[in-house]
Protein backbone atom coordinates (compact mmCIF):
# COMPACT_ATOMS: atom_id res chain seq x y z
CA UNK A 1 0.00 0.00 0.00
CA UNK A 2 1.40 3.26 -0.99
CA UNK A 3 1.30 5.68 2.19
CA UNK A 4 2.40 9.02 0.98
CA UNK A 5 -0.21 9.91 -0.88
CA UNK A 6 -2.59 8.81 2.05
CA UNK A 7 -0.63 11.17 4.69
CA UNK A 8 -1.55 13.74 2.31
CA UNK A 9 -5.19 13.33 2.01
CA UNK A 10 -5.25 13.14 5.37
CA UNK A 11 -3.48 16.35 6.14
CA UNK A 12 -4.91 18.42 3.71
CA UNK A 13 -8.18 17.62 4.46
CA UNK A 14 -7.77 17.80 8.52
CA UNK A 15 -6.03 21.21 8.70
CA UNK A 16 -6.59 21.40 12.03
CA UNK A 17 -4.32 17.77 12.67
CA UNK A 18 -1.77 19.97 10.86
CA UNK A 19 -2.15 22.31 13.80
CA UNK A 20 -1.87 20.05 16.50
CA UNK A 21 1.25 18.38 14.91
CA UNK A 22 3.22 21.49 14.27
CA UNK A 23 3.24 24.34 17.29
CA UNK A 24 2.01 27.94 15.36
CA UNK A 25 -0.22 27.02 12.50
CA UNK A 26 -3.50 28.43 12.72
CA UNK A 27 -6.20 25.87 12.86
CA UNK A 28 -8.45 26.53 9.54
CA UNK A 29 -5.40 27.32 7.77
CA UNK A 30 -5.34 25.37 4.00
CA UNK A 31 -2.74 23.79 1.63
CA UNK A 32 -2.86 22.72 -1.74
CA UNK A 33 -0.52 19.43 -2.42
CA UNK A 34 1.73 19.50 -5.18
CA UNK A 35 4.91 16.76 -6.17
CA UNK A 36 7.78 19.29 -7.76
CA UNK A 37 10.97 17.63 -9.00
CA UNK A 38 13.87 19.50 -7.63
CA UNK A 39 16.92 19.81 -10.28
CA UNK A 40 20.34 19.11 -8.34
CA UNK A 41 22.01 21.97 -9.27
CA UNK A 42 26.44 22.03 -8.98
CA UNK A 43 27.43 23.99 -6.53
CA UNK A 44 31.09 25.32 -5.58
CA UNK A 45 31.91 26.21 -1.57
CA UNK A 46 33.94 29.62 -1.42
CA UNK A 47 35.19 27.83 1.84
CA UNK A 48 35.04 24.71 4.09
CA UNK A 49 37.13 24.62 7.31
CA UNK A 50 37.48 20.81 8.25
CA UNK A 51 38.48 20.14 11.87
CA UNK A 52 41.84 18.31 12.53
CA UNK A 53 40.19 17.32 15.91
CA UNK A 54 39.48 13.63 16.64
CA UNK A 55 36.76 15.69 18.66
CA UNK A 56 33.45 14.49 16.88
CA UNK A 57 31.60 18.47 18.97
CA UNK A 58 34.10 20.29 16.96
CA UNK A 59 31.76 21.89 13.93
CA UNK A 60 32.47 21.99 10.34
CA UNK A 61 32.72 25.69 9.03
CA UNK A 62 31.20 26.41 5.85
CA UNK A 63 32.59 29.93 5.41
CA UNK A 64 31.59 32.21 2.24
CA UNK A 65 32.72 36.10 2.07
CA UNK A 66 30.14 38.04 -0.22
CA UNK A 67 30.40 41.96 -1.41
CA UNK A 68 28.05 42.32 -4.06
CA UNK A 69 23.86 41.95 -3.71
CA UNK A 70 22.81 38.30 -4.62
CA UNK A 71 18.91 37.50 -4.97
CA UNK A 72 19.43 34.16 -4.63
CA UNK A 73 22.30 34.09 -2.21
CA UNK A 74 20.93 32.41 1.18
CA UNK A 75 19.15 29.94 -0.68
CA UNK A 76 22.16 29.21 -2.62
CA UNK A 77 24.11 28.99 0.26
CA UNK A 78 22.05 26.87 2.39
CA UNK A 79 21.71 24.57 -0.48
CA UNK A 80 25.29 23.99 -0.93
CA UNK A 81 25.50 23.39 3.00
CA UNK A 82 23.05 20.84 3.09
CA UNK A 83 24.01 18.91 -0.07
CA UNK A 84 27.68 18.87 0.82
CA UNK A 85 26.04 17.10 4.06
CA UNK A 86 24.31 14.96 2.40
CA UNK A 87 26.39 13.67 -0.36
CA UNK A 88 29.62 13.30 2.45
CA UNK A 89 27.68 11.90 4.92
CA UNK A 90 29.23 14.73 8.02
CA UNK A 91 28.84 12.82 11.11
CA UNK A 92 29.38 15.97 12.89
CA UNK A 93 28.06 19.28 13.74
CA UNK A 94 28.51 22.65 11.18
CA UNK A 95 28.74 26.10 11.51
CA UNK A 96 28.33 28.89 9.55
CA UNK A 97 30.43 31.78 9.29
CA UNK A 98 29.57 34.48 6.13
CA UNK A 99 31.14 37.74 5.59
CA UNK A 100 29.05 40.68 4.58
CA UNK A 101 29.16 44.06 3.17
CA UNK A 102 26.29 45.59 5.43
CA UNK A 103 23.19 45.12 7.25
CA UNK A 104 21.70 46.45 3.87
CA UNK A 105 23.16 44.25 1.46
CA UNK A 106 20.64 42.46 -0.71
CA UNK A 107 21.11 38.95 -0.50
CA UNK A 108 17.23 37.41 -0.91
CA UNK A 109 14.70 36.29 1.56
CA UNK A 110 16.09 35.44 5.12
CA UNK A 111 12.65 34.41 5.92
CA UNK A 112 12.73 30.64 5.22
CA UNK A 113 16.34 30.29 6.85
CA UNK A 114 15.50 32.73 9.70
CA UNK A 115 15.84 29.88 12.68
CA UNK A 116 19.51 28.73 10.68
CA UNK A 117 20.85 32.49 10.72
CA UNK A 118 19.98 32.84 13.92
CA UNK A 119 20.95 29.69 15.49
CA UNK A 120 23.79 28.13 13.19
CA UNK A 121 25.51 31.09 11.16
CA UNK A 122 27.53 33.80 12.80
CA UNK A 123 27.19 37.29 10.29
CA UNK A 124 29.98 39.54 10.04
CA UNK A 125 29.22 42.64 8.50
CA UNK A 126 32.25 44.72 7.42
CA UNK A 127 30.32 48.08 7.53
CA UNK A 128 29.77 47.51 11.33
CA UNK A 129 33.86 47.95 12.11
CA UNK A 130 34.30 51.04 10.17
CA UNK A 131 34.00 52.90 13.19
CA UNK A 132 35.18 50.57 15.85
CA UNK A 133 38.37 50.37 17.91
CA UNK A 134 39.98 48.26 20.25
CA UNK A 135 39.53 45.50 17.68
CA UNK A 136 41.09 42.18 17.71
CA UNK A 137 43.73 41.28 14.85
CA UNK A 138 41.57 39.09 12.91
CA UNK A 139 38.58 42.07 12.78
CA UNK A 140 41.42 44.92 12.61
CA UNK A 141 42.45 42.79 9.34
CA UNK A 142 38.90 42.70 7.98
CA UNK A 143 38.13 46.37 8.56
CA UNK A 144 41.43 47.75 6.47
CA UNK A 145 39.30 45.89 3.82
CA UNK A 146 36.22 48.87 4.24
CA UNK A 147 38.11 51.68 5.73
CA UNK A 148 38.06 54.78 3.89
CA UNK A 149 41.92 54.97 1.78
CA UNK A 150 43.22 57.91 3.25
CA UNK A 151 42.52 55.79 6.97
CA UNK A 152 44.34 52.25 6.23
CA UNK A 153 47.79 52.88 6.11
CA UNK A 154 47.96 54.01 9.61
CA UNK A 155 45.08 51.42 10.90
CA UNK A 156 47.78 49.04 9.10
CA UNK A 157 50.60 50.21 10.93
CA UNK A 158 48.87 49.92 14.40
CA UNK A 159 47.72 46.43 14.01
CA UNK A 160 51.06 45.57 13.33
CA UNK A 161 52.52 47.12 16.06
CA UNK A 162 49.88 45.24 18.39
CA UNK A 163 51.09 42.25 17.11
CA UNK A 164 54.83 42.57 16.85
CA UNK A 165 55.24 41.90 20.65
CA UNK A 166 53.55 38.50 19.42
CA UNK A 167 56.46 37.32 18.01
CA UNK A 168 57.90 37.51 14.48
CA UNK A 169 56.25 34.07 13.37
CA UNK A 170 52.77 36.14 14.28
CA UNK A 171 54.10 39.37 12.88
CA UNK A 172 55.14 38.03 9.30
CA UNK A 173 51.91 36.26 9.33
CA UNK A 174 49.72 39.48 9.53
CA UNK A 175 52.26 41.10 7.74
CA UNK A 176 51.54 38.84 4.89
CA UNK A 177 48.03 39.11 4.99
CA UNK A 178 48.20 42.95 5.39
CA UNK A 179 50.08 43.33 2.12
CA UNK A 180 47.84 40.72 0.21
CA UNK A 181 45.21 43.33 1.27
CA UNK A 182 46.64 46.39 0.81
CA UNK A 183 47.54 45.11 -2.94
CA UNK A 184 43.98 44.44 -3.60
CA UNK A 185 43.54 47.41 -2.24
CA UNK A 186 45.87 49.48 -3.74
CA UNK A 187 46.21 47.84 -7.53
CA UNK A 188 48.40 51.24 -8.35
CA UNK A 189 51.01 51.48 -6.33
CA UNK A 190 54.48 48.97 -5.93
CA UNK A 191 54.97 46.74 -3.76
CA UNK A 192 58.12 49.40 -2.42
CA UNK A 193 55.50 52.17 -2.20
CA UNK A 194 52.87 49.24 0.11
CA UNK A 195 56.19 49.13 2.01
CA UNK A 196 56.63 52.44 2.57
CA UNK A 197 52.81 53.34 3.06
CA UNK A 198 53.26 50.65 6.36
CA UNK A 199 56.30 52.41 7.22
CA UNK A 200 58.29 48.89 7.22
CA UNK A 201 61.19 49.33 9.11
CA UNK A 202 64.21 47.58 7.76
CA UNK A 203 64.38 44.91 10.75
CA UNK A 204 61.16 44.27 9.68
CA UNK A 205 61.92 44.18 5.37
CA UNK A 206 62.91 40.60 5.99
CA UNK A 207 59.62 39.72 7.11
CA UNK A 208 57.79 41.01 3.62
CA UNK A 209 56.81 38.35 0.53
CA UNK A 210 59.02 39.82 -1.71
CA UNK A 211 62.09 39.27 0.70
CA UNK A 212 61.56 35.74 1.11
CA UNK A 213 60.76 35.10 -2.60
CA UNK A 214 63.72 36.91 -3.45
CA UNK A 215 66.02 35.22 -0.26
CA UNK A 216 64.85 32.04 -1.76
CA UNK A 217 66.31 32.65 -4.95
CA UNK A 218 69.58 34.04 -3.55
CA UNK A 219 69.46 30.83 -1.40
CA UNK A 220 69.47 28.38 -4.51
CA UNK A 221 71.86 30.61 -6.62
CA UNK A 222 74.28 30.14 -3.62
CA UNK A 223 73.61 27.19 -1.99
CA UNK A 224 76.64 25.54 -3.36
CA UNK A 225 79.13 28.40 -2.19
CA UNK A 226 78.86 27.39 1.49
CA UNK A 227 76.36 28.69 4.03
CA UNK A 228 77.91 31.82 5.48
CA UNK A 229 78.31 32.68 1.53
CA UNK A 230 75.55 31.72 0.12
CA UNK A 231 73.85 34.22 2.82
CA UNK A 232 75.54 36.74 1.91
CA UNK A 233 74.91 36.51 -1.75
CA UNK A 234 71.12 35.92 -0.69
CA UNK A 235 71.47 39.66 1.01
CA UNK A 236 72.94 41.20 -1.89
CA UNK A 237 70.72 40.27 -4.43
CA UNK A 238 67.70 40.98 -2.24
CA UNK A 239 69.14 44.77 -2.02
CA UNK A 240 69.76 44.80 -5.33
CA UNK A 241 66.11 43.35 -6.75
CA UNK A 242 64.76 45.78 -3.95
CA UNK A 243 67.28 48.88 -4.94
CA UNK A 244 66.51 48.42 -8.96
CA UNK A 245 62.67 48.59 -8.00
CA UNK A 246 63.05 51.50 -6.13
CA UNK A 247 65.74 53.48 -8.00
CA UNK A 248 65.86 52.24 -11.33
CA UNK A 249 67.99 50.01 -13.27
CA UNK A 250 71.67 50.29 -11.02
CA UNK A 251 74.64 50.23 -13.31
CA UNK A 252 77.42 46.98 -13.38
CA UNK A 253 79.59 48.81 -10.99
CA UNK A 254 77.25 49.93 -8.75
CA UNK A 255 75.69 46.31 -8.31
CA UNK A 256 78.98 44.65 -8.26
CA UNK A 257 79.68 46.94 -5.28
CA UNK A 258 77.15 46.06 -3.69
CA UNK A 259 77.66 42.23 -4.15
CA UNK A 260 81.03 42.65 -2.61
CA UNK A 261 79.84 44.01 0.90
CA UNK A 262 80.16 42.01 3.51
CA UNK A 263 77.14 40.94 5.73
CA UNK A 264 77.38 43.57 8.08
CA UNK A 265 77.49 46.56 5.54
CA UNK A 266 74.75 44.52 3.75
CA UNK A 267 72.29 45.14 7.02
CA UNK A 268 73.71 48.54 7.25
CA UNK A 269 73.02 49.45 3.75
CA UNK A 270 69.23 47.71 4.54
CA UNK A 271 68.68 50.14 7.06
CA UNK A 272 68.36 53.43 5.23
CA UNK A 273 67.01 51.59 1.84
CA UNK A 274 64.37 54.30 2.02
CA UNK A 275 66.35 57.10 3.12
CA UNK A 276 67.76 56.93 -0.18
CA UNK A 277 66.36 59.23 -2.63
CA UNK A 278 68.18 57.94 -5.86
CA UNK A 279 71.02 56.69 -7.50
CA UNK A 280 73.29 59.27 -6.52
CA UNK A 281 72.59 58.97 -3.08
CA UNK A 282 73.20 54.96 -3.59
CA UNK A 283 76.77 55.98 -5.04
CA UNK A 284 77.34 58.36 -2.56
CA UNK A 285 76.34 55.56 0.68
CA UNK A 286 78.79 52.99 -1.40
CA UNK A 287 81.26 55.47 -1.46
CA UNK A 288 81.35 55.51 2.00
CA UNK A 289 81.54 52.21 2.92
CA UNK A 290 83.82 50.77 0.78
CA UNK A 291 83.65 46.32 0.60
CA UNK A 292 85.50 44.46 2.87
CA UNK A 293 84.63 41.00 1.18
CA UNK A 294 86.29 39.93 -1.64
CA UNK A 295 84.31 40.90 -4.70
CA UNK A 296 81.79 38.08 -6.22
CA UNK A 297 80.53 37.15 -9.90
CA UNK A 298 78.90 40.26 -11.27
CA UNK A 299 75.00 38.63 -12.89
CA UNK A 300 75.04 39.07 -16.61
CA UNK A 301 71.53 40.15 -15.63
CA UNK A 302 69.47 41.59 -12.41
CA UNK A 303 65.65 41.97 -13.51
CA UNK A 304 63.45 44.10 -11.89
Known amino acids: MRTDKLYYQIFLTQPSLLADLIPGLPANCAFEYVAPVVKESEFRLDGLLLPLSDDPTIPVIFLEAQMQPDSRFYGRYFAETYLYLYQYQIDRPWRGLLILQSRHQSLGSETPYHDLLDSKVQRIYLQDLLHETQLP ?110 LGSLSELQIAQIQALSLAQLDALSEILFDLADLAALDAWLQAHPATTPQTTIPEQIES
Open 137 to 246: PALALLQLIVLPNEATALAAQALLSTVKPQGAEAFKQTLSLVEAILVNKFPQLTTQEILVMLDIKAADIRQTRFYQEVLEEGREEGREEGREEGRQQAEAMLLVRFLTRR
